[in-house]
């Protein structure tokens, strides 16, 4: 099946710094990746719909100005959250739709970010 | 707005026991119903799918039938083993025409453990 990297799997930083994640399909092109957020013991959250070469689309309630993602090639979508604080800390998640599976996403295996 | 509720866990089981995890929906139109497992330290993995009502989703000995009568996708496994301790997540993808096309709504996800 369809392959999606994160990187990294796991940061620590100190709070009020920014922390870039990245999210890449290695074996085909996705048109349009979701990040995700999942808090301990509960469900995936979507966070914004991430289409390449236009702006991402939010959910109700994300800060788009703290979490700002960028979808500059067709296998490569990344997540800033900036000036971090540590409620921020959680588990973030990407998937990748591929349009060769009739749009089934595959996930990537998730960052740890942690805020002190 | 669609919404996914699954049978709340811990479910722990005995190694060759009968599984069953309840997953019920609530949704505009004909989506599309899935079940995802995560086993420890990886990403979600599709385990099964169904695209309209009265399909049955398998794969590795799980089964699920999308009734749409009781709006419902519940998971089966008639003999489960160690193997399968994960936690399992079930989910929805509005169908085409739907405002929320291709993005998925998941339950709050089931811990299974099974015991040798």
């Known amino acids: ?116 | 707005g669609n919404s996914v509720t699954q049978m709340e866990g811990p479910v722990t089981l005995s190694e060759e026991a009968f599984l069953t995890i309840n997953c019920t929906y609530t949704a505009t139109g004909y989506p599309s119903l899935f079940w995802y497992v995560q086993y420890p330290g990886e990403g979600l993995q599709l385990l099964l799918k169904a695209t309209k009502a009265d399909d049955k989703g398998s794969n590795k000995g799980f089964e699920a039938t999308y009734r749409k009568e009781t709006t419902s996708f519940h998971l089966e496994k008639g003999s489960v083993q160690v193997s399968d301790s994960a936690v399992y997540f079930c989910a929805l993808s509005e169908g085409a025409g739907g405002t929320s096309y291709g993005k998925l709504t998941f339950g709050q996800g089931t811990i299974l453990t099974v015991h040798p």
């Open chain 1, 1 to 116: 099946g369809a392959v999606v990297s994160q990187h990294p799997s796991w940061v620590i930083c100190k709070s009020g710094t920014s922390v870039k994640i990245e999210c890449r399909s290695l074996d085909f092109q996705a048109t349009t990746m979701f990040w995700y957020r999942q808090f301990p013991k509960q469900s995936l959250m979507l966070m914004a719909t991430s289409n390449e070469g236009s702006k991402a689309t939010y959910e109700q309630g994300v800060e788009k100005d703290k979490f700002l993602i960028n979808h500059a090639s067709l296998t490569l979508s990344t997540l800033t959250v900036t000036s971090a604080h540590p409620e921020d800390s959680s588990f973030y998640i990407c998937s990748a739709r591929d349009p060769g599976t009739r749009g089934e996403q595959f996930f990537g295996p998730g960052t740890r970010l942690t805020v002190l």
